[in-house]
């Protein structure tokens, strides 16, 4: 069993502290938080409070760090953890640029110990099921992937709505959307276009709108915005056979199968004011239509792949090569906004 402690004890130090408590590979050790109040939440939950940072970093107990912290943060914690001889965890955005990750990363190779980012999004179902999908080859090679999160709250009113800190949706949840398209269209990215909004807040974007056209000339959209209070489907995807449509995570997938292209005889459809055979749905001769079962997954998987990993007997599944591009498109997709302007990358 590792032992594992955890820096911060918010909403998702917290949720650390309980995939630990409850794990099969790893033992709590203890938390520290810079604020009381959370510390005594923490010792009323009958959890060891560490008295600083430092006596986390001195105890050779200790196998795993977990940082849950602010984004600004992060560099400190992780460099002075993996000094320290203790493999880390990084929550995500694990960096605020690819300079600040590429030091982590320096750390952790001169420390000999391993750093993983909490990429926890991968064990999603509604992800899995079109990764599922696309990996079948059920309906054809991939043409373009549609991601969105919609909600209606606005940014969190803590330290998300502050830029120093590493606030705004891009950072928050883009990072998960990106990675995850990432691993759907495994190609190089060529060209990045992005527009933030300011709705709810000015000092950080409160949704955002990215296209991104990869390699092969497929494309992906991925959309974050924080103010509809109607959401728009969880993903869509177009593909060279079919189309998947998932409205929301809750949901099963639904897949249209082309079974044939060609109709003898099409009938038209009133529409508005006039008819159309282009608009007209298809029947159950040319296409077929089913769902795609939910997904089995186990988000404690990644404790699991980290544990064995610090033990050299299973390579990491959140690999810092593909972290660093999820970086390389963020900082592109801000460039992007600022500038008003399409950007093109080899990414």
């Not at 239509?289 to 544990?307: P, T």
């Amino acid at each position: 069993m590792k032992r594992v402690a955890v820096i911060g004890y918010g909403g998702q130090g917290a949720w650390h502290c309980t995939q630990v408590q409850k794990s099969d590979v790893a033992e709590l050790a203890g938390i520290y938080d810079i604020k009381e109040t959370r510390r005594n939440a923490a010792k009323e939950n009958g959890i060891f409070v560490y008295s600083s940072n430092e006596e986390i970093f001195a105890d050779n107990t200790v196998d795993i760090i977990v940082v849950s912290t602010p984004n600004d943060v992060h560099e400190e914690l992780v460099v002075n953890g993996l000094k320290s001889g203790h493999n880390v965890i990084c929550e995500k955005p694990v960096a605020l640029s690819v300079a600040e990750f590429d030091r982590m990363t320096a750390a952790e190779k001169e420390s000999g110990k391993l750093l993983s980012v909490h990429q926890n999004r991968r064990w999603d179902i509604d992800y899995l099921a079109v990764k599922s999908v696309i990996e079948s080859g059920e309906i054809g090679e991939t043409i373009r992937v549609e991601s969105r999160i919609h909600g209606s709250r606005g940014i969190p009113s803590d330290w998300r709505c502050e830029k120093a800190k590493g606030g705004g949706m891009i950072l928050d949840w883009g990072v998960h959307l990106i990675d995850q398209m990432l691993m759907l269209i495994p190609e190089k990215v060529k060209r990045i276009t992005c527009n933030v909004t300011n709705i709810t807040n000015k000092e950080v974007d409160d949704g955002f709108r990215m296209e991104m056209l990869f390699e092969s000339g497929k494309s992906a959209y991925v959309e974050v915005g924080t103010y509809n209070f109607i959401a728009l489907p969880r993903f869509y995807m177009q593909s060279q056979e079919g189309s998947l449509y998932l409205n929301d995570w809750q949901e099963k997938a639904k897949v249209a199968k082309l079974t044939r292209w060609i109709e003898k005889d099409v009938t038209p459809v009133q529409n508005a004011a006039g008819i159309t055979k282009t608009m007209a749905p298809r029947d159950e001769l040319t296409l077929d239509s089913y769902e795609i079962e939910k997904q089995k997954s186990d988000v404690h998987n990644f404790y699991r792949n980290f544990c064995k990993a610090c033990d050299g007997t299973e390579e990491q599944l959140i690999k810092n090569s593909q972290v660093r591009r999820v970086l390389m498109v963020m900082e592109t997709a801000f460039k992007s906004a600022e500038a008003g302007q399409t950007i093109e990358v080899d990414i």
